[in-house]
């Protein structure tokens, strides 16, 4: 996640050296106007970070879904590793409102620099770059522009800074002296007093050792005596730009990242990435840290991924199930049970269908959760044509009741009748609201009677409408006919989910040991499909808002950019003068 002004593109200009010593150049404005027609134009502004941020987040906010895979245990560890990606933030922030400002300063100050360039100051939109530059004044890069946005479509555009090495390192270094005991002339800062706290965090420097005490010469004019143990040794760095600054400039950083130093050529600060120059002739002008070691790179990455932890911690909570209990959050189960009737069933294995039906509404009861509303069961027995034994109530006492009464019917197998009786019975249950997960759980020891393909047995159901087979038996060819018509219902088709409604069993005393196994198939589909719906009506307009921002910025800033090139190109152009893409600088 580089920043913008890192990856620096140059277009062509004739080359403009300095007639005289650097430190005679014209300063550099914080706002500079754009250049007259005999010019380059002035660069557009780079894209705000907070955009780019939100595209980014954009595409996590796509993904972490699948990665919680609808699964409770899964959504509690995003849960925990949100909020450890966004401690680098916190405490970045805590360090910073400590007092530990100037410490992280100096850890970023080390290292090398550009040549020096105008600037201007960017505001609080493109935090955290408070800079962006923009000509270079110095070195043989002298004159150039450094564009944001470049395209092939452009001509005259030479790459002068190396995108895997950070940008321009030509201008100079700075680099730490070691620390050293406190003797005169020591850069010191008060810290610790308790009768004159005020003095606290002031800089000064090392005079003379009396009685016990270092007199201080502090940089507000003051004299202070302050004991040894009050003081602590400010580092020390030396600052080589010898085009524009000097050689070996030793120097000092405050908390606000203010240099002093009696060699130093004019007021400068450093802001973490940047040395800016603060008054005289170069005020304005800018020393670029090259390398992506730069506070407000760093910045970046530390908000990227404290972003990345609310958002994967608000898709844990938020999206289905949940960090807590998965129960609350699922959808309400409409299940209607086909029992089969027919003749063919032993009146011994149809007490044996009665206790399996019962022990699926205990073990649904287990698995998919006891809230009021959620399991809603109806019963339909079905041979020549299909009888409702029970409509659908989520009274789970009447359920049991009407189990333990059910008589067998007897007759041939017809599932037509049966699956036309469960979607009607499901259309005209009206006690939940319409956004429910809806199954048809077919329960048959026989070959289907109706004569009708599988594919109109199919359009029986809704497309919504979830069908689970079980077969009970050995018929291969009953068995075949029931698979071809099990399907997920809202479930089908979702990510990875692996959707297989259908069970069989040797025979029924054998379908006792599967119907735990079966009510955690269904409570799965119900999972996903709630998943996917919450997932498409949340992510899509969150997406398609976190994108459109960025892109639109950039589109137009590169419009606007590649306009101005073409009118100064129409106006200006000189074969000899310009460098095409591909030439070397």
Request: net charge negative; hydrophobic share 40%.
């Amino acid at each position: 996640m580089a920043s913008s002004t890192s990856i620096a593109e140059a277009t062509a200009a004739p080359l403009v050296l300095p007639s005289s010593d650097p430190s005679a150049l014209a300063p550099c404005r914080d706002v500079p106007d754009s250049r007259d027609d005999a010019g380059p134009q002035e660069p557009q502004p780079p894209v705000p970070f907070i955009l780019l941020l939100l595209a980014v987040s954009a595409g996590v906010f796509a993904v972490l879904p699948f990665l919680g895979g609808c699964n409770v245990h899964i959504h509690r560890c995003l849960l925990a590793m949100g909020a450890l990606l966004t401690m680098p933030f916190l405490a970045m922030r805590v360090l910073s409102l400590c007092g530990g400002q100037a410490w992280l300063l100096e850890r970023f100050f080390e290292g090398e620099y550009s040549e020096g360039a105008t600037s201007r100051a960017l505001p609080c939109l493109w935090h955290p770059e408070k800079i962006q530059i923009l000509q270079y004044t110095t070195g043989e890069v002298a004159g150039r522009t450094i564009e944001t946005y470049a395209a092939f479509e452009t001509t005259a555009i030479v790459e002068y800074v190396e995108t895997a090495r950070g940008g321009n390192r030509d201008g100079g270094h700075v680099v730490r002296e070691e620390v050293s005991e406190l003797q005169p002339g020591s850069a010191v800062r008060l810290f610790g007093l308790k009768t004159a706290p005020q003095f606290n965090g002031l800089q000064g420097t090392c005079q003379t050792w009396l009685a016990g005490r270092w007199r201080v010469a502090l940089h507000n004019g003051e004299m202070k005596d302050v004991k040894p143990d009050n003081l602590a040794v400010i580092r020390n760095f030396s600052v080589t730009i010898p085009a524009s600054i000097g050689t070996d400039i030793a120097v000092t950083m405050d908390s606000h990242g203010t240099l002093n130093g009696h060699s130093l050529p004019f007021e400068a600060s450093f802001d973490g990435s940047s040395i800016v120059a603060r008054s005289g002739p170069r005020q304005g002008q800018a020393w670029r840290k090259a390398g992506y070691w730069r506070l407000d790179f760093v910045t970046k990455v530390v908000i990227a991924l404290a972003v990345v932890g609310i958002q994967t911690m608000f898709v844990a909570a938020m999206l289905p199930p949940g960090v807590i209990s998965a129960h609350s959050a699922r959808l309400p189960l409409k299940a209607v049970f086909l029992v089969d009737g027919s003749g063919s069933v032993t009146p011994q294995q149809w007490n044996t269908g009665r206790r399996a039906n019962q022990q699926f509404v205990t073990d649904f009861l287990k698995v998919y959760g006891s809230d009021q509303g959620k399991l809603n069961f109806g019963f339909i027995q079905f041979s020549d044509s299909a009888f409702v034994e029970l409509p659908l109530t989520s009274d789970l006492d009447s359920v049991a009741r009407s189990l333990g009464s059910m008589k067998q019917r007897g007759g041939d197998t017809n599932f037509a009748d049966a699956l036309a009786a469960c979607q009607t019975m499901l259309d005209g249950y009206t006690q939940v609201a319409d956004n429910s997960f809806d199954v048809c759980v077919l329960l048959t020891d026989g070959e289907d009677r109706s004569h009708q393909t599988d594919a109109d047995l199919k359009k029986t159901v809704s497309p919504d409408t979830a069908v689970f087979g079980i077969f009970v038996g050995q018929d291969p060819l009953g068995q075949s006919k029931l698979h071809n018509l099990v399907g997920c219902g809202k479930a089908e088709d979702q990510g990875k989910h692996d959707c297989n409604f259908f069970a069989s069993a040797a025979d029924f005393d054998a379908l006792l040991d599967t119907t735990y196994n079966i009510a955690q198939d269904v409570t799965h589909s119900s999972d996903v499909a709630l998943c996917a719906e919450r997932s498409a009506i949340i992510e899509f307009p969150v997406f398609l808002c976190m994108v459109l921002p960025y892109a639109l910025w950039y589109l137009s800033c590169f419009t606007v950019t590649i306009a101005k090139r073409q009118m100064n190109k129409g106006r200006h152009y000189k074969q000899v003068d310009h460098l095409m893409l591909g030439d070397q600088a």
